[in-house]
């Protein structure tokens, strides 16, 4: 059963150039919504996590800055600006609680700077 | 800030061997431990969790025991296969309700029939 979908898959992005990612989620039994980078070396990292439509938080990491956006209850969106090394970014979804719950990951979205 | 140390980068077996990929954390609470599993293509899969000191996770034949004393959660299985070819992440929670995991490098396996 697929409990997230992303899209775009993967993405071509010209250096400078920011790019917008979706996340749709599938099932509301798990509706704390992630995002996580993973870099070319595999190391995988947690971004952010917005439970709630409206949520809005920014980062800026080495390598690309942030933001993520909870746009309702099922939407999870991020824009990636400055990119200057590829990377997967995955959305994960989790039930709500203390912080032992799994995190479901979807198939993720594969960028690279061209 | 807390960390995960996974000592093997990668990891070569043969089918029937006992693996073992060894995992220590370094958090300032109490936090909750896991295991995930990516094969190549796919996002990382749950695989179990330990939420406490001597509390023994397991699933799919791999098993760890979280050890507070010695802050580590080793992954182990008794007799690989082939299909258990894939990297392997160890990652803490904090149980604050931050959601705020860390993961390990990875460890990459390779079981050759």
């Known amino acids: 059963v697929t409990l997230l979908e992303q899209n775009p898959r993967w993405r071509l992005v010209p250096r400078g150039q920011a790019v917008n990612l979706r996340c749709i989620l599938k099932?509301?039994?798990?509706?704390?919504m992630s995002w996580y980078q993973q870099d070319l070396q595999k190391q995988l990292q947690w971004l952010f996590t917005?439970?709630?439509?409206?949520?809005?938080?920014v980062k800026s990491l080495p390598g690309a800055d942030y933001l993520a956006t909870r746009v309702t209850d099922t939407e999870l969106r991020l824009q990636v600006a400055n990119m200057s090394q590829g990377r997967t970014l995955y959305c994960t979804c989790?039930?709500?609680?203390?912080?032992?719950?799994?995190?479901?990951f979807g198939p993720g979205t594969r960028l690279t700077v061209l | 800030g807390d960390s995960v140390t996974q000592t093997e980068g990668q990891v070569a077996l043969s089918e029937e061997d006992f693996l073992t990929i060894h995992c220590n954390y370094s958090?300032?609470?109490?936090?909750?431990l896991f295991w995930y599993v990516q094969y190549p293509g796919e996002g990382p899969q749950f695989l179990f969790r330990?939420?406490?000191?001597?509390e023994k996770g397991s699933s799919r034949g791999f098993e760890a025991t979280y050890n507070k004393e010695a802050t580590s959660f080793h992954l182990q299985k008794a007799s690989v296969q082939e299909s258990d070819s894939a990297v392997y992440y160890c990652?803490?929670?904090?149980?604050?309700?931050?959601?705020?995991?860390?993961f390990g490098a990875g460890t990459r396996l390779k079981v050759i029939a």
């Open positions: 099932n509301s039994q798990y509706p704390w």
């Open positions: 917005l439970r709630s439509p409206g949520d809005k938080e």
């Open positions: 958090a300032s609470g109490y936090p909750a």
């Open positions: 990652a803490l929670s904090d149980q604050t309700g931050n959601y705020k995991y860390v």
């Open positions: 330990a939420s406490r000191d001597k």
């Open positions: 989790s039930g709500p609680g203390l912080g032992d719950a799994e995190q479901f």
